[in-house]
């Protein structure tokens, strides 16, 4: 007994410098930092272009300066004066994608994107770098941050309706003059709308409304609650339910739908997003992302879905940046839950066509993607999760049905249990030669089975295990 006591002190006390570490350096509200990624396959720039202040912060307040993955960029804020790291903050840009396209061996583009970072007490270094498929630098960005900077613009509440969908943990409510004498304050059950939704504790997902117009926001709500059951009906996500936040931001669009330009249609849309991203017609995705945070202003958030009212199949998702998804293709539920996995825990698509331009997966780098691997350095993966004596390569069970080609639920459940069996199976990202994925079957695969296999769970879990366990 004394053992458990003193391990839940040592706990607590760990809690409370944490919590001391970030209140010495940061003053609880959040940095917006707005940048151009600019340039094409053989050079890259970054550029500064406005920064803001917004009043909450609702990132992480413990292991600051560590990473769960590391992505193709990142954000280090340092103090300015001991150059201690405060902060690191990693993500994907749809720049770094859009540079494995033909497209940037002959043009030059530029794309706006924003991240979010606590705002500072005293001055700090700023750098901000990309990688390419190498995991090496290309290019960064240094600038110094005084948060005394007249021109750093304060925003706050835009005037945009917001109303939570899901509280995963509610703030204790405060005791009121009018109650009975002594009554304490008290919590409410977890998964409770009532009281304030506690941002600090939770990861806060928001919904921003793509395409609807104002009529059309109660089908919007309606149609966030359907993005909460999807979600959350898939493991591990249902386990975890009480450990996310769901806002939707009910942003009016003047036309109803979003813009498809191989129909001529350009709508006018908050996040404007379109389909024919990199000349794709199923690929629906925003250049600028700019405006999408414009919308999120005074939102707390950290990470965002945009949900666009059509029912055309599409959609995208990148790391710590953006998930997109239609609201009304038959497929809705399936590619929500491949796409946020993207977004969320930065998995990996599992399929291939061997049609990529560049290849995005080397074969002497080891992905940094947890679902993905090229064998350069395989233990870090799930080698420890593979059964004694599976073969590597694993070779496919040729009594999995082909899943363009399931006619009645016995061989439904067969599909579904091939998620479960994990080994090394050659073909993913987007290569069918040197890289290897987990199952061979998966969510981040096929969106004909329900489950993610248990490589890609594990990353779920241990994501959400770095944000919200301190």
């Not at 609880?28 to 202040?53: C, K, P, S």
């Not at 497209?103 to 794309?111: D, G, H, I």
């Not at 799930?382 to 009594?399: E, F, H, L, R």
Request: with cysteine; hydrophobic share 35%.
């Amino acid at each position: 007994m004394k053992r458990i006591l003193f391990i839940l002190v040592l706990a607590m006390m760990s809690v409370i410098a944490m919590a001391q570490q970030f209140d010495e350096f940061f003053d609880g509200r959040t940095l917006r930092l707005d940048y151009i990624f600019a340039g094409n396959h053989d050079a890259q720039q970054i550029y500064l272009e406005q920064m803001y202040v917004t009043p909450q912060w609702a990132g992480r307040k413990s292991r600051l300066a560590d990473v769960p993955l590391k992505g193709n960029g990142q954000i280090q804020l340092k103090d300015h004066a001991t150059g201690q790291v405060l902060f690191v903050h990693t993500f994907s840009t749809l720049f770094q994608e859009w540079l494995a396209t033909e497209e940037a061996t002959k043009v030059s583009k530029a794309f706006a994107t924003s991240y979010n970072v606590p705002m500072p007490k005293q001055p700090v270094d700023i750098t901000v770098s990309l990688t390419d498929f190498h995991g090496q630098v290309v290019t960064s960005l240094t600038h110094t941050v005084d948060p005394a900077d007249i021109l750093i613009r304060h925003i706050g509440d835009n005037g945009i309706p917001v109303h939570y969908i899901w509280k995963g943990q509610t703030l204790p409510i405060k005791e009121k003059a009018t109650d009975q004498p002594g009554k304490r304050d008290y919590m409410p059950t977890e998964g409770s709308l009532d009281g304030e939704p506690d941002i600090t504790s939770c990861i806060d997902l928001a919904i921003v409304a793509e395409g609807y117009t104002r009529a059309q926001m109660g089908k919007f709500y309606t149609d966030c609650q359907r993005v909460v059951d999807a979600l959350f009906a898939h493991e591990p996500f249902t386990s975890m339910k009480n450990r996310f936040n769901v806002v939707a931001v009910a942003a009016e669009s003047l036309t109803s739908g979003p813009s498809v330009p191989h129909l001529g249609r350009w709508s006018s849309t908050p996040a404007g997003t379109h389909y024919d991203t990199f000349y794709t017609d199923r690929y629906l995705m925003t250049q600028d992302i700019h405006r999408l945070y414009d919308v999120l202003s005074g939102v707390p958030f950290e990470h965002i879905i945009v949900l666009v009212n059509s029912d055309t199949y599409g959609g995208g998702g990148i790391y710590n940046q953006l998930t997109v998804t239609t609201s009304d293709h038959p497929t809705f539920h399936q590619v929500l839950v491949h796409e946020f996995g993207h977004a969320y825990a930065g998995l990996g698509d599992e399929y291939f066509y061997d049609d990529a331009y560049e290849s995005m997966y080397p074969a002497d780098t080891e992905p940094w993607e947890p679902n993905l691997t090229t064998l350069v350095d395989f233990q870090c993966k799930w080698a420890d999760m593979i059964p004694k004596g599976t073969p590597v390569p694993t070779p496919p069970d040729p009594k999995v049905p082909n899943y363009r080609k399931i006619t009645n639920e016995k061989e439904q459940r067969l599909l579904d249990a091939a998620t479960q069996r994990v080994g090394v199976f050659e073909g993913g990202g987007y290569q069918s030669k040197g890289v290897y994925r987990p199952a061979q079957e998966c969510r981040m695969k096929i969106n004909e089975v329900a489950h993610f296999c248990p490589v890609c769970s594990r990353a779920i879990v241990r994501i959400t295990d770095f944000y919200t366990s301190h």
